[in-house]
């Protein structure tokens, strides 16, 4: 099992540019989410989704949208980057669909610098 | 609302030194407790938990108590490796599908 990938590892954007983080499981985990990490701070939630159609909002949602199309792929679009985006992003899932005490597992993240 | 405080770091230790990283929490209730790691270029990867008030998580040496009347869930290992060297987060279960961490705190065990 590879576990938990992310694609790219680093990426520096433009003020105004578009993206997306590509983030795939191969663990058949239900839980998928999006977290980013910023000095100080730990890990705060962006999005979280319970399964393939199923998505919500966690508590940094501003900037970003998903998708769950498939259960293996989560994907994290920013449509119009800002300076405050820049940050580690972290992907992790779990199974079953609510995470609860379940252990989480995090892919190796991307690291996002916005100009 | 709910958080989480852990000591700030960097903590520098002798290898076989003991360990201590305090976190404590602020929570309705009585949340599940963890102990995350990420090690040097990886992601988090868990390290323990305990899932209710007196409960104690061991994982490759390392120990936590969950303590309710302190609120607290401090870190603890008898002899670091420099293996352990590594970043550290205590988290909590904030609700449905949500963990909450702290800051995190940076260990480094020199030889």
């Known amino acids: 099992n590879a576990g938990v990938t992310q694609t790219p590892k680093f990426q520096v954007l433009k003020t105004g540019q578009s993206m997306t983080l590509q983030c795939a499981q191969d663990m058949n985990h239900e839980y998928m989410s999006w977290y980013r990490q910023d000095p100080g701070m730990g890990l705060r939630l962006i999005h979280y989704?319970?399964?393939?159609?199923?998505?919500d909002q966690g508590e940094v949602p501003n900037g970003y949208n998903v998708s769950r199309s498939t259960t293996e792929d989560f994907p994290l679009r920013l449509l119009s980057a800002a300076p405050s985006q820049t940050s580690v992003y972290f992907c992790?899932?779990?199974?079953?669909?609510?995470?609860?005490?379940?252990?989480?597992?995090f892919g190796p993240g991307t690291r996002l610098t916005v100009l | 609302g709910d958080s989480v405080t852990q000591m700030e770091g960097p903590v520098t230790l002798s290898e076989e030194a003991f360990l201590t990283i305090n976190c404590t929490y602020t929570a309705t209730g009585y949340p599940s407790l963890f102990w995350y790691v990420q090690y040097p270029g990886e992601g988090l990867q868990l390290l323990l938990k305990a899932t209710k008030a007196d409960d104690k998580g061991s994982n490759k040496g390392f120990e936590a108590t969950y303590r309710k009347e302190t609120t607290s869930f401090h870190l603890e290992k008898g002899s670091v490796q420099v293996s352990d060297s590594a970043v550290y987060f205590c988290?909590?279960?904030?609700?449905?599908?949500?963990?909450?961490f702290g800051a995190g705190t940076r260990l480094a065990v020199h030889p």
């Open positions: 992790a899932s779990s199974y079953p669909r609510d995470a609860g005490d379940n252990e989480q597992f």
């Open positions: 988290a909590l279960r904030g609700g449905y599908n949500k963990l909450i």
């Open positions: 989704s319970v399964g393939a159609g199923i998505t």
